[in-house]
């Protein structure tokens, strides 16, 4: 069976300090994979998704970078947090285009 | 790009009657959709998902309803009962081979016991 990893499950972090968080899917080879940003009480914006190792399409900009360094390891990052970086991150993945995503549980993220 | 309009976003009915949540997109082109629930602090777990050419579906409890001419999506929880308290989510995808969804901005259900 396959399993998604979210880590960590919650940060609180300074404004202008670095971030990085990370996500591993276990059991699927080659899974399409994707980061999600969930303000508090709000919906879902998708961030990034990758295709493959090494290759990572941005959707929206928001002063972030995500990373596939491995099949299995998606990772999102910044040099720099700003306040409006607080919310929830989730990390999901899907079997091809257009499918059904599995999500992790996510990451709460405190900008203070 | 591909708009998704969700309502309402709160809904409160008492147990064992039906809650509906409509969704109403805006790209011709979309062919997926799904919905998904989100328990407090969690991520988000599938209900159920349709393409394109199917006008209704029905899964334990749940009733998915496509309209493409209105370009509305529905789910309709028939008999909700406390568990079902949750957040809804409506999300929709282009055609094949696109890695893009757009989700709606949510319903917050509570049922009343």
New interface residues.
């Given amino acids: 069976a396959q399993t998604i990893h979210q880590w960590p499950v919650a940060e609180i972090k300074a404004v202008g300090s670095p971030l990085s968080l990370g996500c591993t899917i276990k059991g699927k080879s080659s899974p ?1 994979l ?1 980061w999600y940003w969930q303000a508090t009480g ?5 961030l990034f ?1 990758s ?1 493959t190792v090494g290759q990572v ?1 941005s ?1 929206v900009q928001l002063n972030l970078s995500a990373s596939r360094p491995k099949d299995d390891q998606f990772i999102l990052s910044t040099e720099k947090l700003l306040l409006s970086h607080s919310g929830f991150y ?1 990390c ?1 993945w899907s079997l091809s ?2 499918e ?7 990451t ?1 993220l405190s900008v203070l | 790009g591909e708009q998704v309009e969700q309502r309402p976003p709160h809904l409160s009915v008492p147990e064992g009657d039906s809650a509906v949540i409509i969704c109403t997109y805006t790209d011709s082109a979309t062919a997926y959709f799904y919905w998904y629930k989100q328990e407090p602090g969690a991520g988000l777990q599938l209900l159920m998902s349709v393409f394109s050419n199917v006008d209704r579906k029905e899964e334990q409890g749940l009733t998915v309803l496509l309209n493409k001419k209105d370009k509305q999506l529905s789910l309709n929880l028939t008999a909700a009962h406390p568990g079902d308290s949750a957040v809804y989510f409506c999300a929709v995808s282009l055609n094949t081979g696109n890695y893009k969804y757009v989700f709606g901005a949510g319903t917050r259900l509570k049922v009343i016991a």
């Fill in positions: 399409n994707y709000g919906t879902l914006q998708q998704y295709i399409e959707v989730l999901a285009s257009n059904r995503l599995f999500f992790g549980h996510g709460k």
